[in-house]
């Protein structure tokens, strides 16, 4: 059974830093297309940041500069830095296994002013 596991969120003031943590069992991570997405209330779900099997790396235009996704294939993680948080970056954040459509249950990052 795959689970994906999503963990680090939380309340943070505005120009902190968070990491999200995605943990992944049952899959075969390494070989994965991964990425994160985020829903904000009342908003579409949007792309945050997409990593290929290979470690190649794509971000929604708005966020490039401030987040990073990277992967740790040895320990079927996805990570996502987030720096400089903005109180327009809270959101439910959900990690996202690309290869078999997984979706993770999500963590809430709440940005404060």
């Known amino acids: 059974q795959v689970q994906l596991v999503e963990s680090g969120g939380g309340l943070v003031q505005a120009g902190r830093s968070l990491t999200l943590s995605c943990a992944v069992s049952?899959?075969?991570?390494?070989?994965?297309?991964m990425g994160w997405y985020r829903q904000a209330k009342g908003k579409e779900r949007e792309l945050v940041a997409h990593?290929?099997?290979?470690?190649?790396?794509d971000y929604a235009d708005s966020l490039k500069g401030r987040f990073t996704i990277s992967r740790d294939n040895a320990k079927n993680t996805l990570y996502l830095q987030m720096n400089s948080l903005k109180p327009e970056d809270t959101a439910m954040y959900y990690c996202?296994?690309?290869?078999?459509?997984?979706w993770g249950q999500g963590t809430q990052v709440t940005v404060s002013s």
């Open positions: 996202v296994d690309f290869k078999d459509g997984y």
């Open positions: 049952g899959s075969a991570f390494s070989i994965a297309a």
């Open positions: 990593i290929s099997s290979n470690g190649r790396t």
